[in-house]
């Protein structure tokens, strides 16, 4: 039975009402976590929270280290990973505060980010093609919207580098491609979980209208704030609501992502090599 995980974004440092909580430092031989990982039960049920910016947001998206965050979570025992994100809107009808439950990425970083474990000796290519966990992006639309919040199944996110904001002529590019929000964080998460076997899905809640919009005045990091902080409460109860309805015993498709992705040669793996991704890919090498 895996642990739920949660990924707190800007304004989501703790989750309250964990029980039997403890602060839990994890080395990762990918470097050091955003922060510690705090780790109880919440709603009955064993959860991990990590904030991805550091408590007390210290650290920018292009600085965050996505691998050894991941890797945490595998580690911790976490086969489901929740991640609450901030994004700007792209699209009129998604409204700030309002929520959105993407199916798909755009990659629009500088490859500042790693978001492979997988080098240094070893390849492996997983399917990506579906990004999210369709069940468990289902099982947040669905508590969102039984928990009467405004919610939207379903959209393509646009994983800028940051950490500035968009220029306008950015935001109309990427409204002319179609794509429905806009944030810095969420590629690389889902990638990594992809590759760890996890399941993975972005509940983002909508601050602004990027800098698009003629109605709107251009995003400004005090509107963000203000429209985060209004969102902040909606997301803990959506996760409250949610994590004691999720399955105990819960197995998909993207647990078995690697069974077919590495393919390099067993016998060329080096044992630093092998001993490095144990924790992600041991029963495979």
């Known amino acids: 039975m895996g642990k739920i995980g949660i990924i707190g974004g800007s304004g989501l440092y703790n989750i309250e009402g964990i029980k039997k909580l403890k602060a839990v430092s994890v080395a990762t031989p990918?470097?050091?976590?955003?922060?510690?990982?705090?780790?109880?039960?919440?709603?009955?049920?064993?959860?991990?929270?990590?904030?991805?910016?550091?408590?007390?947001?210290r650290i920018n998206p292009s600085?965050?280290?996505?691998?050894?965050?991941?890797y945490g979570m595998k580690k911790l025992g976490v086969n489901r990973i929740i991640s609450v994100s901030a994004c700007g809107s792209l699209k009129e009808e998604l409204k700030p505060l309002d929520f959105v439950v993407p199916d798909q990425f755009v990659d629009r970083t500088n490859q500042a980010r790693k978001m492979t474990f997988f080098e240094k000796g070893v390849v492996a290519h997983i399917s990506f093609a579906e990004p999210v966990c369709k069940e468990l992006s289902y099982a947040v639309y669905r508590v969102a919207k039984k928990?009467?919040?405004t919610a939207h199944m379903?959209?393509?996110?646009?994983?800028?580098?940051?950490?500035?904001?968009?220029?306008?002529?950015?935001?109309?590019l990427y409204r002319?491609?179609?794509?429905?929000?806009?944030?810095?964080?969420?590629m690389a998460e889902a990638k990594l979980a992809r590759e760890a076997e996890i399941c993975y899905?972005?509940?983002a809640a909508v601050t602004d209208y990027?800098?698009?919009?003629?109605?709107?005045?251009s995003v400004t990091v005090d509107m963000v704030i203000a429209?985060?902080?209004?969102?902040?409460?909606?997301?803990?109860?959506?996760?409250?609501?949610?994590?004691?309805?999720?399955?105990?015993?819960?197995?998909?498709?993207?647990?078995?992502a690697l069974k077919y992705a590495i393919i390099t040669d067993r016998k060329m793996i080096s044992k630093v090599t092998k001993e490095r991704l144990k924790v992600i890919a041991g029963k495979y090498l």
């Not at 705090?38 to 009955?44: D, H, K, N, S, V």
């Not at 959506?238 to 999720?246: A, D, E, Q, V």
Request: hydrophobic share 30%; with cysteine.
């Open 30 to 57: 990918f470097g050091k976590p955003s922060d510690k990982y705090i780790t109880g039960e919440l709603e009955g049920r064993d959860v991990v929270f990590l904030p991805r910016h550091g408590v007390g947001h």
């Open 63 to 70: 600085e965050i280290n996505f691998r050894a965050n991941i």
């Open 147 to 149: 928990s009467g919040i």
């Open 154 to 172: 379903g959209g393509t996110y646009l994983n800028m580098e940051g950490p500035a904001f968009s220029t306008k002529a950015e935001s109309n």
């Open 176 to 186: 002319g491609w179609g794509m429905d929000i806009i944030g810095m964080t969420n």
């Open 201 to 203: 899905c972005t509940l």
């Open 210 to 217: 990027d800098c698009w919009y003629a109605g709107h005045e």
């Open 227 to 256: 429209n985060l902080c209004k969102n902040i409460e909606n997301s803990k109860m959506i996760i409250r609501n949610l994590i004691p309805i999720l399955p105990e015993n819960y197995k998909c498709h993207c647990q078995e």
